[in-house]
């Protein structure tokens, strides 16, 4: 019999967390490469949440570095970065270490290693044991405001995150395909 998991969606308040991290970029040094999160880091900016099957494979470092280059972008829009998997800080260390993609990574790689983020949020493959390819956007109050997951083979647009946290901060009416600096939605008073 099949179990159906409900994915944590718009409007809810993100579920605590808290781990250990690989943090920002530059040269690790295995005494001072981890940091402890928790969902009170970074409190009062917006956080970009996203989380990825496993290290080592095809498709993640793609989308991995695709934020990586966005991070400036976002942080413009003061908007912090974690990336998440359900490997350890070590597996995320040793990848960082031999990627030449993910090297110099500007945001923190969590390690959802008992997988209780992951399973709070709907978003664990319980077959695979490892997290869906799932990306949150969540305001400065705790409130998931955009939630996009994909199939495990596919890999996600950064850049069209980066255009609905655009759309999520004029607090506006917004039409399909739009781009900040765009005309949004005016009603009738």
């Not at 579920?15 to 402890?36: D, E, M, V």
């Not at 290693?113 to 978003?123: D, E, F, P, Q, V």
Request: contains cysteine.
């Amino acid at each position: 019999m099949q179990v159906i998991r409900r994915i944590i969606s718009i409007n809810e308040l993100c579920r605590s967390f808290q781990g250990l991290a690989l943090p920002l970029c530059g040269q690790f040094a295995i005494l001072h490469a981890f940091q402890s999160f928790s969902q009170d880091s970074d409190k009062g900016k917006w956080k970009l949440v996203f989380f990825w099957p496993k290290d080592f494979t095809f498709v993640c470092p793609t989308e991995i570095a695709g934020f990586g280059k966005l991070n400036g972008d976002f942080a413009d829009r003061d908007t912090v970065i974690y990336g998440v998997s359900t490997d350890s800080e070590f597996v995320h260390l040793a990848w960082r270490q031999n990627h030449a993609d993910l090297k110099a990574l500007p945001f923190a790689m969590l390690a959802d290693t008992n997988r209780r983020l992951s399973t709070a949020l709907g978003i664990l493959d319980v077959d695979a044991g490892v997290a869906k390819r799932a990306t949150y956007l969540v305001d400065p109050d705790g409130i998931i405001r955009f939630v996009y997951v994909t199939d495990m083979s596919v890999g996600r647009n950064p850049q069209e995150v980066l255009r609905v946290l655009d759309a999520l901060q004029t607090d506006e009416l917004c039409p399909c395909n739009w781009q900040k600096g765009e005309e949004v939605i005016k009603t009738a008073a």
